[in-house]
């Protein structure tokens, strides 16, 4: 059974870091482009981030560029997201995301496409003062 399962979310001050990280079991980890995204509370998913197989090859959305850096440990099963001079928020969902076919390449996703992207169960983070 595939299983995803992020940690890391907290509460921090705005402008303060994070890092969360997503540990995948139940299938071939480096054979699957990994991906981000999050909900913030009454909102849609929103993807975030996407990194290739091997690593080499990332892709952000936007309103994080600059600020959010995705990686993986392949000999780890884990994917990871830096989050560093957080914006305000509260109780925002964070997920990791695996394609559904092993080896697609990393794709900008306007909009969360749930037949292409399985996620976990996530982790909340709360930036506030």
């Known amino acids: 059974e595939v299983q995803l399962l992020e940690s890391g979310g907290g509460l921090v001050q705005p402008g303060g870091s994070l890092r969360l990280s997503c540990l995948g079991s139940?299938?071939?980890?480096?054979?699957?482009?990994m991906n981000w995204v999050r909900q913030a509370p009454g909102k849609g998913l929103e993807w975030l981030a996407g990194?290739?197989?091997?690593?080499?090859?990332?892709m952000y959305a936007d309103s994080v560029k600059g600020r959010f850096t995705i990686s993986r440990d392949n000999a780890k099963n884990t994917l990871y997201l830096q989050l560093d001079a957080l914006k305000s928020e509260y109780m925002v969902m964070y997920f990791c995301?695996?394609?559904?076919?092993?080896?697609?390449?990393?794709?900008?996703?306007?909009?969360?496409?749930?037949?292409?992207?399985?996620r976990g169960q996530g982790t909340q983070a709360t930036v506030s003062s």
């Open positions: 995301a695996k394609e559904a076919t092993a080896y697609q390449g990393v794709k900008s996703y306007n909009k969360y496409e749930a037949g292409r992207l399985k």
């Open positions: 990194i290739s197989v091997g690593g080499s090859t990332v």
């Open positions: 139940g299938f071939t980890f480096s054979s699957y482009t």
